[in-house]
């Protein structure tokens, strides 16, 4: 069974940092592509970065682009997301995401298999 489990959310003021984690198991790691999105009640989904592990493809998103970092580490099934300098408008469910077929780059909604989320609040 594939899981994706995401941690590392919480309370930041305006120009801090955090480090979400996803640990994936159920699947071959090196093989999938896996990625974080993240949605605001009321908002469509959006797409924030991923990885392809099997090409090393990366996808930023405008938004965050320069201040997110995401990477992999496949002894241990994870991926992180380094944020720093958030902005009240990073406030949102940071879900992570895996699929075998889709890459990196195209960073897709499509992606088959998503995790229940962690909460990121960016206020002072």
């Known amino acids: 069974e594939v899981q994706l489990v995401e941690s590392g959310g919480g309370l930041v003021q305006p120009g801090g940092s955090l480090t979400l984690s996803c640990v994936a198991s159920?699947?071959?790691?090196?093989?999938?592509?896996i990625g974080w999105f993240r949605q605001v009640p009321g908002k469509e989904r959006e797409r924030v970065s991923c990885v392809g592990n099997s090409d090393g493809s990366i996808f930023y998103g405008d938004s965050v682009r320069g201040r997110f970092t995401i990477s992999a580490d496949s002894a241990k099934n994870t991926i992180y997301l380094q944020m720093n300098n958030l902005k009240p408008e990073d406030t949102a469910v940071y879900y992570c995401?895996?699929?075998?077929?889709?890459?990196?780059?195209?960073?897709?909604?499509?992606?088959?298999?998503w995790g229940q989320g962690t909460q990121v609040t960016v206020s002072s």
């Open positions: 159920g699947f071959p790691f090196d093989d999938y592509s």
């Open positions: 995401a895996a699929d075998r077929w889709l890459s990196g780059t195209s960073c897709s909604l499509s992606y088959d298999h």
